[in-house]
């Protein structure tokens, strides 16, 4: 046998996974998005054209699902990776306690999401809450707060579980595009007078971009599929306020038996994903290179 | 270069400040494990008598054993085809001469950016008709999927470093190419293999949405079961607590033991380019 008919037999096992769960059930998300189809009516499908896609952008639940979803996913990444510039800049830097901080980072990101979201939701419980208990203490507010009961606050809890979880691994990753920048550049221009800013603004910052283009990419994607974190905190409530487009989804496949609909609503994030991916082109096609 | 005394404070500041906010939450979770519920309400920071209660109640409420049995199966099952399919492909695309090489990085890229929301109904229809739901097999071969996005993006480049003068040597010994890749590529490359064995395995772990969806009933894994602590209007939190830090111990003691090499391969990941 030559290496190259070696090469293709071994490939044989992951493409079939790939095929049979990945490639072919996205063609059958899309090819269903255009039928109605229940699962009350047994297999019985009827095409429809894009009646699904009108009754989506037409339903308020969507606007508000998707509304909330782009919030979440904006504002996550955005404070990640700007929190991550800065702990990384710390996390750089070589004193006694700097592996401490390494291992310290590994453990929001190893353990499952539902178990931080339903620790944060024990802490902001409006009877065993801790932080309701130390914001009274600190006399920042006069009584308990119902944290999930109202959508600003339990939007910002949300935010915050996820910030908590996620921050210490983008630092990871601004920290290894960190210690990738020769040192002899940062010493040059420390040689020619530049202060601590003017290197971070004109070396430092433009030799990360690479690595944060590839973390906002990798972040605003896993963002956008928010699911447990949410399962974990509110469920979607109050009133479906913190409904991420992945829980209607969910909801319209599972809940409703709508697999037609929820089809739609699954094709819409697969557009927005191929919408962020595309954004990301150059990016996507350097890492394939072989 | 000159490190200046306050830069030395700031630190400090740093590291205590960034250690008590990412601590604090399982110092919390810990410490109210070991709680009678009088004293969780009453917002103590100690117990004042450590009780093991809310354990035997993780054990007892829920079915907390077979949780962790029905995801260790599932996860290692996961992470065993994930390394064997994985390392095959990977093989393959480092050190063959296939054509459309850049096209199958290109799908493997695509799947793991992939919501799973986008596939999750097909993928239940499928596992449904092979008569795999509530079963170890059918959420297995799921976990497999995303963990084969992981191995063979981490350990393609990891195979390409392994020098060909290695391999040539046993070709002209007569060796097969099966031969060279089981005997001289795979004892080279295990230490990667091993690592990346983690990162599949914590995935398939943390698991939420599959498991859900496939095994709602049987064969339920620990973050399936933690939701189920939960009734209408009461939870048990002190038990709820307990349980939680049951299905994490495993991860943070890999995570201990291991965490040179795991922050060496995240690190690696994200600087591929």
């Known amino acids: 046998m030559s290496r190259r008919q070696m090469g293709y037999l071994f490939l044989i096992p992951t493409m079939t996974i790939f095929f049979a769960f990945a490639i072919y059930p996205v063609f059958r998300t899309i090819y269903l998005s255009f039928f109605e189809y229940r699962l009350q009516f047994g297999n019985l499908k009827k095409f429809i054209g894009l009646t699904n896609y009108m009754k989506m952008f037409s339903s308020e639940r969507f606007y508000l699902s998707l509304r909330f979803t782009m919030l979440f996913t904006f504002l996550t990444v955005s404070i990640e990776v700007f929190l991550g510039l800065i702990f990384a800049q710390f996390m750089n830097k070589n004193y006694p306690g700097k592996s401490l901080l390494r291992v310290v980072v590994l453990i929001p990101w190893a353990i499952p999401t539902i178990v931080s979201g339903f620790i944060w939701r024990f802490m902001v419980d409006d009877i065993y809450g801790v932080v309701n208990g130390i914001l009274l203490s600190l006399g920042i507010i006069k009584e308990f707060i119902p944290w999930l009961s109202q959508t600003g606050s339990a939007t910002v809890v949300l935010l915050v579980a996820d910030i908590w979880k996620t921050t210490p691994y983008v630092s990871l990753l601004v920290l290894a595009g960190l210690q990738n920048i020769p040192r002899s550049f940062l010493e040059a221009a420390e040689i020619d007078g530049a202060n601590g800013l003017k290197t971070y603004l004109y070396i430092t910052f433009p030799l990360l971009k690479p690595v944060l283009a590839t973390a906002t990419l990798f972040r605003l994607i896993q963002s956008f599929k928010v699911y447990a974190i949410v399962v974990a905190l509110t469920n979607g409530g109050p009133a479906n306020t913190t409904e991420p487009l992945t829980l209607f989804t969910l909801r319209t496949y599972f809940d409703a038996g709508n697999y037609g609909y929820g089809a739609a609503l699954a094709s819409f994030t697969f557009i927005i994903t191929v919408v962020i991916a595309l954004l990301f082109l150059n990016i996507i096609l350097k890492k394939v290179d072989i | ?273």
């Open chain 2, 1 to 273: 270069m000159r490190q200046p005394r306050s830069d030395f404070i700031l630190f400090y500041l740093f590291c205590t400040f960034f250690i008590l906010l990412i601590g604090f939450p399982f110092f919390w979770q810990i410490t109210n494990s070991l709680k009678i519920e009088k004293e969780i309400f009453e917002l103590r920071w100690m117990p004042s008598r450590i009780i093991l209660n809310n354990y035997k109640e993780a054990f007892i409420r829920q079915p907390l054993l077979k949780f962790l049995f029905n995801s260790s199966i599932i996860s290692s099952g996961a992470t065993v085809l994930a390394l064997l399919f994985g390392s095959m492909a990977a093989y393959s695309l480092a050190r063959t001469d296939i054509r459309g090489k850049r096209l199958i990085l290109l799908i493997i890229l695509s799947v793991s950016l992939l919501p799973p929301i986008v596939i999750i109904n097909p993928i239940y229809s499928i596992i449904r008709s092979l008569k795999l739901l509530n079963s170890h097999f059918g959420l297995m071969m799921v976990d497999t999927l995303f963990g084969l996005t992981i191995s063979v993006w981490f350990l393609t480049p990891y195979f390409q470093s392994v020098p060909m003068d290695l391999e040539e040597s046993a070709f002209i010994d007569g060796a097969s190419p099966f031969l060279s890749f089981r005997k001289i590529i795979i004892p080279i490359v295990t230490p990667g293999i091993f690592t990346v064995g983690i990162l599949v395995f914590i995935k398939a772990w943390n698991d939420f949405l599959f498991a859900l969806v496939l095994n709602p009933i049987r064969a339920r894994t620990v973050t399936v079961g933690l939701k189920l602590y939960e009734s209408d209007n009461y939870i048990p939190w002190g038990t709820l607590m307990a349980a939680s830090v049951v299905i994490v111990v495993p991860l943070i003691v890999v995570v201990l033991l291991l965490q040179k090499r795991i922050i060496g391969g995240l690190m690696e990941g994200g600087l591929k380019e």
